[in-house]
């Protein structure tokens, strides 16, 4: 069984998003996924201050099985990327919810509308059941 947080929201493409700031998202993937994955030995990350829409790319995760795309659950523009990431890639399979995070969005418009398309735990466990 997949540890999932109550207090974190989830995407269908398996993303979790923790609001951190009053328009502030930090993003990274699901222990669901990374067992998915396997090992991670790559992760490609966005640029700072870079304009994202909800659904699109932004980056990609390489794993030993495969390479994955990272899908942002929000719009709004990256203010933070995990550079630990790029020398430590397997903090995302030893840790996904607090070392491995990947980045954090300021988001565009309402938080609360952003996050409104998200799931919560208990229909993500539903998800990937």
Known sequence: MSELRSDFLYSEEHEWVQTVGE?????????????????????????LEASVAAADSIGTIESVKTVSDLFSPVSGTIIAVNETLQDSPELVNSSPYEDGWMIEIRVEGD???????????????????
Do not use: C, M, W
């Open 111 to 129: 938080l609360q509308a952003a996050l409104s398309s998200l799931l919560n735990a208990d229909a993500y466990h539903k998800h990937i059941e």
């Open 23 to 47: 328009d502030t998202v930090r993003i990274g993937i699901t222990e669901f996924a990374q067992h998915q994955l396997g090992d991670i030995v790559f992760v490609e990350l966005p640029d």
